[in-house]
């Protein structure tokens, strides 16, 4: 079980070029989530989503594109990458699951993405 | 819009010495998620412990425990019998309840403590 997997682990643009940052998990996972955290920061949500072919907007879409056609992939797509869009990017996934009435779910990270934008 | 704070940006612990880490979060939800993640200079991210609202006892993981103060919306973290590979940053995060569903179940971060362990 590799868990949550993201690649590259760095990577340098130039303005307005172009990236897709990768993102798989192999724990049959449904929800999936991609996060951003700028330097002494915590994490802010970019987009998310609660199954194939099902993604919506987080905190901080503006920028940024995702799709998800299998449950294990959901790649996050920076289409004229800007200064602002330095970060290090992370990569989450959860089952939740219904107990005593309740929804249970705990995220699990991958190692993140370092992208720096000049 | 719910908020996480953690007032201390730095925390230094002599081993096997006993250090608390504070947060405070504010909400009007009755039913949330609040845990502590811990990031090492990895950059991994790595759940310590969590803690379910409607729970009154305190969560505990071996070194690790929590009290929560639901009324003062208060939940630090005690990390017992410090190691130095205790060192890293960590981050407080509160969850809403996953039965509003959506972006609601994504995890709102504090800013972090960075702690240190001095051998």
């Known amino acids: 079980n590799a868990g949550v997997t993201q690649t590259p682990k760095f990577r340098i643009l130039k303005i307005g070029q172009s990236m897709t940052l990768q993102c798989a998990q192999d724990m049959n996972h449904n929800y999936m989530y991609w996060y951003r955290q700028d330097p002494g920061m915590g994490l802010k949500l970019i987009y998310y989503s609660v199954g194939a072919g099902i993604t919506d907007k987080g905190e901080v879409p503006n920028g940024y594109n995702v799709s998800r056609s299998t449950t294990e992939d959901f790649p996050l797509r920076l289409e004229l990458a800007a200064p602002s869009q330095t970060s290090v990017y992370f990569c989450a996934s959860s089952y939740p699951t219904p107990l005593s009435g309740r929804v249970q779910e705990t995220q699990y990270f991958g190692p993140g993405t370092r992208l720096l934008v000049l | 819009a719910q908020t996480v704070t953690q007032s201390q940006p730095e925390m230094s612990v002599q081993e096997a010495e006993t250090v608390t880490l504070s947060c405070t979060y504010d909400?009007?939800?009755?039913?949330?998620?609040l845990f502590w993640y811990k990031q090492p200079p990895s950059r991994q991210m790595i759940l310590v412990i969590r803690?379910?609202?409607?729970?009154?006892q305190n969560a505990t993981e071996n070194r690790f425990s929590v009290n929560f103060q639901k009324a003062a919306k208060s939940f630090s973290l005690k990390i017992s019998d410090s190691q130095l590979g205790d060192a890293a940053m960590y981050f407080c995060?509160?969850?809403?309840?996953?039965?509003?569903?959506?972006?609601?179940?994504?995890?709102?971060f504090g800013k972090g403590t960075k702690l240190s362990v001095k051998p």
């Open positions: 995060a509160y969850r809403r309840g996953l039965n509003y569903g959506g972006s609601q179940g994504n995890l709102i």
């Open positions: 909400t009007s939800e009755s039913d949330y998620y």
């Open positions: 803690q379910e609202a409607y729970k009154q």
